[in-house]
């Protein structure tokens, strides 16, 4: 049977305190929703349908691309009422599997065991806990699930019962679509309840199977802020432990935070507080020092980066040496042995092997030769106010400190600019080029004095 996915996401959010949608708010970088779209996409569903309400443009905008159709439930008349507004678009022979959209670590290994038996019947995802407060009930008898009975609804008795319904189910969509058309909303909260429909499936025959979810956090809502700060810690352990059953060693996996996909080759360490977003690769041996932020980057074999270095965009050839606090913008590429040293920015720049650029520098729009070195507090002066402009330096080159390269310029193989120079014409390969103004000294000058009254 097929399988069509309704993720409920219209919910107010109301203790977020917050204007963002609910669903919209990050984890790991991402929006909650996104994490159960992806989720949903792993059991290749026919669809997937997002009901939405309050800020649904937001909803939208935090999803743009994702391949879902989006259903307005324009008033949240509660669960029931959330998933029938999607039922118009599911077939008769489909079966229906209802995520919500603030759930956002349930796994994809649970979800295919949820769907797995029983298919002509309805399929529940439990959780036992110890304090079950706040949770639709399951109420048993000795032939197995009866119905579903809300916190507000429960009495003494059923209030003791410790297994939860995590809202998490599937139902074929025919008997689905009859249960939902004729819920009622005398209860407690005055909602039309989709747990109504365990007693109709039971009525009618049906078999309804509890699936026990493999651990209390991957069923776990979010409401507020707290507990959302609670499912992003929980995301980056397991990142963490993922990372380390792969072979990376991690200083501290509690001070460790992935925003995207980090692949790692052999033996890589991972210092505390570093921060890895969108795609990162790493190759073997690859040591990462304490608060780096590691964004879009491929990072070569043995490659070294020290503390607090952001690296964006760029890529790194094996035996890189960066930071303390450097900056590798988009388009920087390393090649083999280069250097970057402490508060060097660089954009759009080729380095070649072995070449070094080790304190105090920008480095913008430039293609560096193998072996050059880049003194302090060199600047290439790639924008004129209008257009950036290129800067070209052959290899061999060495830059004297406290020079500015006034592009477009050309630097020629093995030349050597004089320090304190300005350097707005070519310089000729293997010469000594150099501005510099005459220096002079004045005697008997005096220092002005600070007034006395
Ligand atoms: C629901 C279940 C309860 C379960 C609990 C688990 C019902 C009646 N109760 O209760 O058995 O233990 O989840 O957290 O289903 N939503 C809509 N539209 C609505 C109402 C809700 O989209 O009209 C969405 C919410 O945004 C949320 C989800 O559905 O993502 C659950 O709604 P919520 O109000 O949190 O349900 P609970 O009362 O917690
Ligand atoms: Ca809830």
């Keep these: ?29 991402r929006p909650m929703l ?33 391949p879902v159709s989006w259903v307005e439930q324009a008033r949240q008349l509660g669960t029931g009422h959330a998933v029938n507004q999607a039922l118009p678009a599911i077939p008769d022979d489909h079966r229906v599997l209802v995520l919500y959209g603030d759930v956002p670590l349930v796994s994809a ?55 939860c ?34 007693e109709r499936a039971v009525g009618e025959g049906l078999c309804v199977e509890a699936v026990s979810a493999a651990d209390a956090d991957e069923v776990q809502g979010c409401n507020d802020r707290v507990q959302l700060a609670r499912l992003e810690r929980a995301y980056q352990r397991r990142a963490a432990q993922r990372l380390m059953r792969e072979g990376v060693a991690l200083a501290d996996p509690a001070r460790f935070d992935l925003r995207g996909t980090l692949s790692t080759g052999r033996d890589c360490y991972l210092d505390v507080g570093c921060v890895f977003e969108g795609t990162v690769r790493l190759g073997h041996n690859v040591e990462i020092g304490p608060h780096c932020v590691i964004r879009n980057a491929d990072i070569g074999d043995g ?11 760029a890529r790194l050839a094996a ?13 920087s590429e390393l090649a083999r042995g280069a250097k970057v ?48 402009h290129r800067t070209e330096i052959g290899a061999g080159a060495f830059i004297g400190s406290g020079t500015q390269l006034v592009a477009p310029v050309r630097i020629g193989e093995g030349a050597t600019i004089g320090a304190g120079s300005t350097i707005g014409k070519n310089a000729p390969a293997d010469a000594l080029t150099l501005t510099r103004a005459p220096q002079k000294s004045l005697r008997g000058w005096r220092r002005p004095r600070k007034n006395e009254d």
Excluded at 47 to 64: F, N, W
Aim: proline share 4%.
């Design 109 to 163: 290994e649970t979800l295919a065991r949820l769907v797995e038996p029983n298919p002509q019947g309805v399929n529940l995802l439990t959780v036992t806990l110890d304090d079950p407060h706040g949770y639709g009930r399951i109420v048993r008898d000795d032939r197995g699930v009866q119905r579903i009975v809300e916190q507000k609804d429960a009495s003494p008795r059923e209030l003791a019962i410790k297994e």
């Design 1 to 29: 049977m097929k399988l069509s996915v309704v993720i409920l996401a219209a919910g107010r959010g109301t203790r977020m305190r917050s204007d963002l949608p609910k669903v919209a708010h990050r984890l790991a970088g």
């Design 341 to 388: 040293g402490n508060f060097v920015e660089t954009k759009q720049t080729r380095l070649g092997e072995g070449a070094k650029v080790n304190h105090l520098s920008y480095i913008g729009d430039a293609e560096v030769g193998a072996g050059t070195n880049i003194g302090a507090g060199t600047i290439t002066c790639n924008y004129d106010g209008a257009n950036k």
């Design 303 to 313: 490659c070294r980066i020290e503390s607090h270095s952001v690296i964006d965009g």
């Design 165 to 198: 319904n995590t809202g998490l189910l599937v139902a074929p969509a025919e008997p689905l679509r009859r249960w939902l058309g004729s819920l009622s909303n005398d209860n407690a909260q005055g909602e039309y309840y989709l747990t109504d429909i365990i």
């Design 319 to 331: 035996e890189c040496r960066i930071g303390p606090y450097a900056r590798l913008r988009p388009g």
């Design 34 to 66: 996104a994490h159960v779209v992806e989720t949903a996409e792993r059991l290749k569903p026919a669809a997937i349908h997002v009901v939405y309400g309050h800020g649904g443009e937001r909803v939208r905008a935090a999803l743009r691309g994702a």
